[in-house]
């Protein structure tokens, strides 16, 4: 960081900094450091760029500056019976709506219906150029122009600074409950995971917690509450093994406190890596190599992605996870981590540079956010 | 280019190819001229047959060594005008690029070719009791290519989405033929999202080449209803109690009356003729789910008065229903030598109010306006009805689609749902959005491919893209082989 900070308080006033910047990068709530605090950088505190705009429940669709607390959104929509599907990370902590989309990030509940990219229907943002852009619509379905909103889902303050977002919601299911197995060896609980996964069971959240005697999985239904039950003993048929139930606020309280990484220690930085099933054994490789087998983790989402918590003492180790990840074809996003870190939010494998690079030159073409690699 | 130069060129692709697969005058490209919008048509410089990946990269770097335009052509079905050729440039017939390479039951993944026709995923997913979302009224001959190019839709977009929701990653061959990979095979992914950028870029950014596609856990079961009431506001008030009941349907579809009339000539699906408005709304999912939903979403749709209601009773029946709503675009075909397909998009809770001002715009303009709707999402398909043979009818068809388009920007809407700007919507994409915004897309475009030569002259307003008018519907879909959406 430069030490310089600006507090804009419209998208006019971005747009200015920004002209004004040699390398600049956005902060909302802070929460994810490693997107906001890269050496020499300005920092632009789009905090006071808050409240939400637009909110049609009738029409599944929300709108909110950037610098709005997804507390704030979540509050408001929880009042209609409504939710951010994704489910965001970091909510209680203060993350907010610009840096949501930023880090494109999503927790465990993202399985139901998909991530913040297919809940993402418009974006206002200010260019490396100091432009205010305006992409997608705010209305549920839409195919006109380029899907300017999903380029901004993981861009990292990269390619522009938000200031407006519409997401599509959802009616929140009735009600939920847990069902979970405690204490098993990995694979035997990707088996288990993918009997159930392939019911007919529809899953809000499959998660399996790397602890001290193992692995629990931990399965969310949710729906009709009239139907809960016969669901809940359907799935955990399938499990066929002992199985203990959270319900109602302890259902809702232990799923909160895992998307604000509660069990990971306040130190560590906290790692997500896109995953799939069949990747999971090459993650638990490059751990084991490293000597790192008991790090704290969650393959979450029905392990479509993976939480890591990589302890404060080993930060001197990240360079080594790099160059690890990167020879697995693996990729890692540091969604808090230390300031070694921060120059390079991106850990491991990547795709897509060439287009990328074309697409930071159309719209960044002074390097004012910096580059991603 | 000079004469010699074309000549090089045309030996180039043949020295590549082989003669049997560069297809040049007028009689064997008849076929590529046009596309699902009928009224414009364009004479490409040579159609080529590619077999492989290798080919297409290889026809890219000729063309991009040469400045010839190109495009990659499915099954030619789109309603934009999105595959309509660039004048004197080059068509890539992606067809018999059509190997699914892979499905993984554990993953819940396909790769596939480009040119694989969109339902063909679901049938080789379906020993695994999986199932491909999308479902475009084309399906049974659309490509995935296609569909990617364009972001397709289809009747159950609103609870999981569109094909952009269901592309995980891609190889692609840029516009001068570098080629690259973005996405992989996780539903999750970790820097800007460069697929969802490509997905719907209209051909603009290149060719897709190989394709990861997420697939879905069939429903166990559906709960498929008709109801059908005496006006067409009520039929749209029924829409909004049962989004106010907090149910989440697969789909939700809207009929006029000129649209049933025309479904049920076409296939007897069984609709009530005399039906001003007629509803279709689907649960899907496990049993005991669907169960206790569906009582609840008959007492909603009930308090709404329909004048009759009829539940699918069987697989077969619940077919049969949406086969007439699938059929509705080209069953209009039967009461109308002509007609335009518009794809337009307004809030849910405005639908009401942009239906009347259809139908006094039609009125106005002396013009046949059939209505068939995604309810759920806001999806408008006005069908204009006009004949090409009068005199100015089609500019009066023309005017009307336009300003039906204006009224869904009025409303905060989109001039686009799910078929693409393409050629047909370029003069609207500027009333949508601000120079500011077209300006970012343009720079992004020239960023990507300098030269403009993929798929030059579609979607932007500036564009230039040569066609000329026609009459009548595609040769293809006289014969039965394309259906429009």
Not at chain 1, 308 to 332: F, G, I, N, Q, Y
């Amino acid at each position: 960081m430069s030490g310089v900070v600006h507090r804009p308080a419209s998208a006019a006033e971005v747009a200015e900094a920004v002209r004004g910047a040699e390398l600049v990068l956005p902060r909302g709530g802070g929460t994810k450091p490693a997107l906001w605090s890269a050496e020499g950088a300005e920092v632009l505190d789009v905090s006071a760029l808050s409240g939400i705009t637009e909110y049609l429940p009738s029409e599944y669709t929300v709108t909110a500056l950037a610098g709005t607390p997804l507390a704030e959104v979540e509050a408001r929509l929880a009042a209609e019976g409504q939710y951010l599907p994704f489910d965001p990370l970091l909510v209680a902590a203060g993350s907010t709506v610009g840096g949501a989309v930023a880090a494109g990030a999503n927790g465990p509940g993202r399985l139901r219906y998909g991530g913040l990219r297919d809940f993402l229907l418009a974006v206002t943002f200010v260019d490396g150029r100091g432009e205010i852009v305006r992409g997608g619509a705010k209305v549920v379905k839409n195919a006109a122009g380029f899907d300017l909103p999903k380029l901004m889902v993981g861009s990292l303050g990269r390619l522009g600074v938000l200031t407006e977002c519409t997401f599509k919601v959802f009616p929140h299911p009735e009600n939920c409950a847990t069902l979970r197995v405690a204490g098993m060896a990995l694979d035997e609980a990707i088996e288990a995971a993918g009997r159930v996964g392939a019911g007919a069971v529809e899953i809000e959240c499959l998660d399996l917690v790397h602890g001290l005697a193992g692995w629990d999985l931990e399965i969310r239904i949710g729906g009709r509450s009239f139907a809960l039950d016969a669901r809940l003993k359907r799935a955990a048929d399938l499990l066929d093994t002992d199985v203990a139930t959270l319900s109602g606020d302890a259902d809702a309280r232990h799923w909160r406190a895992r998307r604000e990484f509660g069990w990971a220690s306040t130190d560590a930085s906290v790692l997500k890596l896109p995953l799939t099933p069949a990747t999971a054994g090459a993650l638990e490789q490059v751990l084991a190599d490293l000597d790192a087998s008991q790090v704290a983790r969650v393959y979450s989402a029905g392990i479509q992605q993976a939480f890591v918590a990589w302890p404060a003492e080993r930060v001197a180790d990240l360079p080594a996870l790099d160059r690890a990840l990167s020879e697995a074809k693996l990729t890692a996003l540091a969604l808090r981590a230390p300031a070694e870190a921060a120059n390079q939010p991106i850990l491991g494998y990547r795709t897509g540079g060439e287009l990328l690079r074309r697409v930071e030159q159309a719209l960044d073409p002074a390097g004012r956010f910096g580059r991603l690699e | 280019m000079t004469t010699t130069g074309a000549a090089n060129f045309h030996d180039a692709l043949t020295q590549r190819l082989g003669p049997d697969r560069v297809l040049t005058g007028a009689a064997p490209m008849a076929a590529y001229e046009s596309d699902a919008l009928t009224a414009f048509r364009a004479r490409p410089r040579a159609v080529v047959l590619v077999d492989s990946a290798e080919e297409v990269v290889d026809v890219v770097r000729l063309c991009a060594a040469a400045s010839v335009p190109f495009l990659a052509r499915g099954s030619g079905t789109s309603l934009s005008g999105g595959s309509l050729p660039v004048h004197d440039g080059v068509v890539i017939a992606m067809n018999r690029l059509n190997r699914i390479l892979e499905v993984d039951p554990v993953r819940r993944t396909a790769v596939v070719e480009p040119g694989v026709v969109n339902l063909a995923v679901s049938d080789a997913a379906a020993p695994y009791g999986l199932y491909y979302s999308p479902d475009p009224s084309s399906q049974s001959v659309c490509t995935i290519g296609g569909n990617l190019a364009f972001n397709s839709g289809g009747a159950h977009c609103l609870k999981y989405g569109m094909t952009s929701n269901h592309v995980l990653g891609l190889e692609v061959v840029l516009p001068d033929g570098d080629v690259i990979e973005i996405g992989g095979d996780s539903l999750e992914s970790v820097g800007p999202d460069l697929v969802g950028l490509f997905v719907g870029s209209e051909g603009l950014f290149g060719i897709a080449t190989r394709i990861t596609l997420r697939l879905l856990p069939k429903p166990e079961t559906y709960f498929t209803l008709l109801a059908a009431y005496d006006s067409l506001a009520a039929a749209g008030e029924a829409v909004a109690a049962v989004v106010a009941s907090g149910l989440l349907p697969g789909a939700m579809e809207i009929m006029d009356n000129l649209a049933i009339e025309a479904a049920e000539a076409a296939v007897g699906a069984g609709y009530p003729l005399d039906a001003e408005g007629l509803l279709i709304v689907e649960l899907e999912g496990e049993k005991q789910q669907v169960a206790a939903e569906s009582e609840l979403l008959l007492e909603v749709v009930r308090r709404s008065k329909p004048y009759l209601e009829h539940i699918a009773s069987d697989p077969d029946d619940r077919m049969r229903i949406w086969k007439g709503r699938k059929s509705a675009f080209s069953a209009v075909g039967r009461l109308s030598p002509d007609y335009i397909v518009q794809d337009g998009v307004v809030p849910r809770s405005r639908l009401g109010e942009a239906l009347t001002k259809i139908q006094h715009l039609g009125e106005e303009h002396g013009i046949r306006v059939a209505n068939v709707f995604h309810a759920g999402d806001g999806n408008l398909h006005p069908l204009i009805l006009f004949d090409g043979r009068v005199e100015g009818e089609l500019e009066r068809a023309e005017e009307l689609a336009g300003e039906i388009l204006r009224l869904c920007i009025d409303l905060g809407g989109s001039i686009t749902g799910e078929h693409g700007v393409g050629m047909e919507k370029r003069q609207y994409l500027g009333e949508m959005f601000d120079e500011a915004d077209l300006d970012a897309m343009r720079r992004i475009r020239l960023a990507i491919d300098p030269g403009e030569l993929a798929n030059r002259g579609k979607m932007f307003p500036d564009a230039e893209a040569p066609a000329l008018l026609s009459h009548g519907p595609h040769p293809l879909e006289v014969a039965g082989v394309i259906s429009r959406e």
